[in-house]
DNA sequence: CCGGATCCTCTGAGATACTG
DNA sequence: CAGTATCTCAGAGGATCCGG
């Protein structure tokens, strides 16, 4: 799940929050990272279908945004480390209330999920 | 303000909330509409910058996931309204949580937006 | 282990115009 | 007032390769 940008005028405390959480992976991102530090090739270990370009593009927006720091190790071989600014930690009750509101109706949530996308298992279709 | 569909796999109760809110105006469309019934042209005087197609288009989808109802009156001139269910009701609390979160931030989101989006308001920019 | 640069794909969403 | 059909396009994000 992710939050894009979109509105031209940024009136609402939603429009804000759209634009800084707008990232195919930056929800997921900030729930693995909150709590703890974490290496990139964690997080990609973690969130195995996002690239590495795409992780350190949506990293360094998270960054831009006071979300997230960035540590540097000058050491061999490179270590470089994410954390939660006091900002980001804000968010993270959101994150959970979202999904655990998503845990909650869990099966409902698949049902109309796989009736809206077609996506019908054929398997399990009789034929008749 | 928008979620976008994403996950392949959906796992997670995060990854769920993703399909049904994926949609550039879904959010909003989910504010608006949320205390009362909503006829189409209201919504669009509302959200101006949503064009009908995809306004018909978001709603549709909203529909089919079970969040919204749609009540056609057989008169003249057409007359349609849009109404959440309960399941959609119970969404309600945690986009207020996220919009009020936007809100107490907002200067702070400001800042870090326009700092990183470029766009600064040139308008105020004094010349000096 | 980490990041950056290039190239490419694909699809959501805007524009427009038409019907009941 | 409400809905639908085409056409088009930007741009997010994926694949790959390379360099420190």
Redesign the pocket.
């Known amino acids: 799940m992710?939050i894009?940008?979109?509105t031209p005028t940024l009136n609402c405390g939603l429009d804000l929050v759209g634009e800084v959480l707008?990232?195919?992976?930056k929800i997921r991102i900030l729930w693995f990272i909150h709590n703890g530090n974490v290496?990139?090739?964690?997080l990609?270990r973690k969130i195995p279908?996002?690239?590495?370009?795409?992780?350190?593009?949506?990293?360094?927006e998270l960054e831009d945004h006071e979300l997230v720091t960035?540590t540097?190790y000058p050491v061999l071989?490179?270590?470089?480390?994410y954390r939660l600014t006091e900002f980001g930690k804000t968010l993270i009750p959101l994150i959970q209330s979202i999904g655990l509101w998503g845990d909650e109706h869990q099966e409902r949530l698949r049902r109309v999920i796989l009736k809206t996308n077609g996506k019908l298992d054929l398997d399990d279709v009789p034929v008749s």
Do not use: A, C, F
């Not at 071989?77 to 480390?81: M, Y």
């Open positions: 992710y894009k940008k979109t707008y990232g195919k992976w290496r990139p090739s964690e990609q279908d996002v690239t590495r370009r795409v992780l350190n593009v949506q990293l360094k960035k540097i071989p490179p270590k470089v480390e």
